[in-house]
Structure formats: structure tokens, C-alpha cells
């Protein structure tokens, strides 16, 4: 799986893995499988630290939110939901994004 960049105080790099999933987990207490739209802003906070705390274990919660404001929660939103479409494991009745088993890898909306 590749890390997807992302520019906040500086390039980072998103990487959504079973740690990143655990640490949001541990956090909201809510199962990132099946949160939906069910997103608030402390969900944004934790989804983002535990996307980027892979490169950075010294990071916070509080670091991380002082890296969101209104100006930049538009772009960090649709980073998130790119990391989460491309890095989150997908329904077997669902396209995926890149080796999709016994497809062609068909991309939707």
C-alpha cells in the first residue's frame, strides 16, 4: 500500500493500515468499516493522526489538530476519503480501486 502525501505543516504522508485502523478505533470507539457519514470532527482529528503517526510516533492529537482550521478542512477531508476509497479494504461485491480479484479494476464515481 502506498502513502498517500498530503501537505499540512509539511509533506506528510496518510497511510492507512491495521495500525492506523486500531489507533482510530481506540480512540472514537467506532469501527471504521462502518462509519459512514457518521463523521465528526474529533473523527477527523483521530482518523488523520492515526493516518500519520507511522512516520512521526512523537506526534499528538493536539499537534495534529492544530494542523486543521477552516482554511485546510475542505482539502483534509478529501485526502482522508482518498485514503479511506483507496487504502481500506472493499466488499467483495464492491469494485476495488487497484487489484480488484477476477475484474478489471473498474473505478466508480
Known amino acids: 500500500m502506498k502513502p498517500i502525501p ?9 497511510l492507512l493500515d491495521l ?3 486500531a489507533e482510530f478505533e481506540d480512540l472514537t470507539n467506532k469501527n ?14 483521530a482518523l488523520l493522526w492515526a493516518c500519520l ?3 512521526d510516533e512523537g506526534l499528538t492529537l493536539r499537534d495534529v489538530g492544530g494542523m486543521i482550521g477552516p482554511g485546510n478542512m ?3 477531508v478529501q485526502k ?4 479511506y476509497s483507496t487504502q481500506l479494504p ?3 461485491g464492491q469494485s476495488q480501486p487497484k487489484n480488484a480479484e477476477g475484474a478489471a479494476g473498474q473505478q466508480g464515481s
Not at 498530503?6 to 504522508?13: F, G, M, V, Y
Not at 471504521?32 to 482529528?45: E, K, P, Q, W
Not at 482522508?80 to 485514503?83: D, K, T
Open 6 to 14: 498530503i501537505e499540512l505543516d509539511k509533506e506528510r504522508n496518510l
Open 19 to 21: 495500525n492506523a485502523m
Open 53 to 55: 503517526v507511522h512516520e
Open 74 to 76: 475542505q482539502y483534509i
Open 80 to 83: 482522508l476519503e482518498q485514503v
Open 32 to 45: 471504521l468499516f462502518t462509519l459512514g457519514t457518521d463523521f465528526s470532527a474529533s473523527d477527523v482529528r
Open 90 to 92: 472493499q466488499d467483495k
